[in-house]
């Protein structure tokens, strides 16, 4: 469209007011004058004075804020995950639904299957913790159709719950044996219908102030007019790092472009050599497509944070946060993917590694998203070994990690791409070390040789998760460890049974 001076006027999507409307438990919700950058954790408890909701670390890293969501999908059904409210911006359950533990027994007060199970199981001593657990446990009961769930399901479901009093033997139980109890349908058709009236048109209504605003904008044309006309507004996806820059650094953001329904960022797709990823799919769609072409890389996705975040949280905004302890970064520097940025000027692509400038400074203009990330497909000669230290295996950030991507032809390391995070002001590149196994044999001595020159490649800083030597060490243990894990009959922690142990 001309804009008065002749130029291209963006036509700019329409941005939410401050007018906020979801369903609660059974109940639509208006609320006015609702702040962009207020948590659904603060609306819950402050504002509906839901207390069955409860805040502990306010950071994403307890579960004890958990709630479902319910959200209407493409085809018309309705899919249910389990979020952490504390760290999820309000506005961004627009439209959906939100289950709280105070929402989910029967109108008769019939306990949810979840609730009666931890009761009967004994899964509770304070009960701080407990309104989570049950919401992780109801997400789970109703993804699987109100199925039998087994210890490793419920083990992933409640990845991202803490409890510091019970112990997990009895939640665990809980989990495995509420398929026992009767359960208490929801009545989705009803939900569906309500979903429905809050949003006819599936949009936001109208904004009244460019000053303060929520955009959601649906196509990547309406999110690239939003961006070049407020280059400052704070792009948000899952929120799980933007989270805690407004509950622990009290960071304020009046402006707000929520991505995550860009149709063409949430897309997974292949075409030719290439598993093109959206910037706004979720890290467990992402990982799952990641681990669909090399099954190999399952259980070192799997240690990324916990469930809750995972769902939440995007596989651009890990990318395009930008953090020196990032565990997508050096994955995806290894299998030489490539970012598409874009913007009203068109797209430019780049590899990985060259979009970190310094410390949290990336490529990305003023004008621009991260709108793709491209990763090759394996060829029949990759071997490829991911792998992270943190002080608990899931829900905790890396002091290091490594991912390597070698290709071995005829016993003859082709060629070598080697990612490092924990080691440096930003995601890196392990050029040394790569030159050192380019071109040898694959033997043990060469990845011994190996592991002494990456020791050495990187200076780390020392910090609360690890000293500098420590990273130093541990960083070409961990290529040591790679390579004898690749040997046959090699133990992994997988295979390690707890009679084997010493
Ligand atoms: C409890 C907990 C555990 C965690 N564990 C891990 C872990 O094990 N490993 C790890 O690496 N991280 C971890 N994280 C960090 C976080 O979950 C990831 O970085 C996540 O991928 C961020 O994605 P997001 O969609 O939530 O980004 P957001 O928080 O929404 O955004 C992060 C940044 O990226 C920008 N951004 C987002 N999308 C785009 C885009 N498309 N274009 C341009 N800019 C964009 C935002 O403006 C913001 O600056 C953890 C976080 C928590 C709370
Ligand atoms: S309060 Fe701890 S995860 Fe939200
Ligand atoms: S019951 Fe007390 S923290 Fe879990």
New binding site residues.
């Given amino acids: 469209m001309r804009g008065p001076r002749g130029g291209f006027r963006a036509i700019l999507p329409r941005m939410s007011p401050p007018v906020l409307r979801f369903v609660l438990g059974r109940q639509p919700q208006t609320l006015a004058n609702v702040p962009p950058d207020r948590t659904l954790l603060n609306v819950l408890r402050d504002d509906l004075h839901c207390t069955a909701v409860k805040e502990g670390c306010a950071?994403?890293?307890c579960g004890a804020c958990t709630v479902a969501l319910a959200e209407r999908g493409s085809d018309g059904q309705l899919s249910y995950r389990a979020i952490n409210s504390c760290?999820r911006l309000a506005h961004s359950v627009q439209g959906m639904a939100v289950f709280t533990a105070a929402d989910i027994a029967g109108a008769d007060g019939t306990l949810h299957p979840a609730q009666r199970a931890m009761v009967e199981c004994h899964g509770s001593q304070c009960g701080f913790c407990t309104p989570g657990f049950v919401m992780s446990l109801f997400a789970l009961h109703l993804q699987r159709d109100g199925a039998a769930v087994s210890r490793d399901e419920a083990l992933h479901a409640l990845s991202g719950n803490l409890c510091r009093c019970t112990g997990y033997r009895p939640i665990l139980d809980a989990a495995q044996t509420m398929h026992h109890w009767p359960d208490v349908p929801l009545d989705e058709a009803a939900l569906l219908q309500k979903l429905e009236l809050l949003a006819p048109d599936g949009r936001a209504p109208e904004a009244d102030s460019a000053e303060n605003f929520y955009a959601t904008p649906r196509t990547l044309a309406e999110l690239l007019a939003l961006r070049a006309a407020h280059p400052r507004a704070?792009?948000?996806?899952?929120?799980?790092?933007?989270?805690?820059w407004v509950t622990k650094q009290h960071q304020r953001f009046a402006q707000i472009i929520d991505?995550t329904r860009v149709a063409e960022?949430r897309r997974i797709e292949r075409a030719g050599d290439t598993l093109r990823i959206g910037?706004?799919a979720t890290?467990v769609d992402a990982f799952a497509a990641l681990a669909q072409d090399r099954p190999q890389l399952a259980p070192f996705l799997d240690?990324?944070?916990?469930l809750p975040?995972r769902v939440?949280?995007?596989?651009?905004?890990?990318v395009?946060?930008g953090?020196p302890?990032?565990?997508?970064m050096p994955l995806l520097i290894a299998l030489g993917a490539t970012l598409v940025l874009a913007s009203t000027r068109g797209e430019r692509s780049l590899p990985i590694a060259d979009f970190y400038l310094a410390y949290r400074k990336t490529a990305?203009a003023p004008d621009e998203?991260?709108?793709r990330i491209d990763v090759p497909l394996p060829t029949p000669h990759e071997w490829l070994r991911a792998d992270k230290i943190s002080k608990r295996l899931e829900?905790?950030?890396?002091a290091v990690c490594l991912a390597v991507a070698l290709q071995i032809d005829g016993g003859v390391i082709r060629s070598a791409r080697i990612g490092a995070g924990g080691v440096a002001a930003v995601p890196a590149r392990a050029i040394q070390t790569e030159a050192a196994l380019a071109g040898k044999p694959a033997t043990q001595a060469v990845f011994d040789a190996a592991a002494t020159v990456l020791a050495a490649e990187f200076e780390p800083i020392g910090d609360m998760r690890a000293s500098s030597a420590y990273r130093r060490t541990v960083l070409g243990n961990l290529l040591r460890r790679a390579w004898a894990q690749s040997q046959p009959g090699a133990a992994t922690l997988a295979t390690l049974q707890p009679e084997t142990l010493p």
Avoid: P, Q, W
């Fill in positions: 950071s994403g890293d760290i704070l792009l948000a996806a899952g929120t799980t790092d933007v989270g805690l991505l960022l910037a706004a890290l240690r990324f944070a916990g975040v939440s949280g995007t596989l651009g905004g890990n395009a946060n953090s302890i990032g565990d997508s990305l998203v991260l709108a829900d905790d950030i890396s």
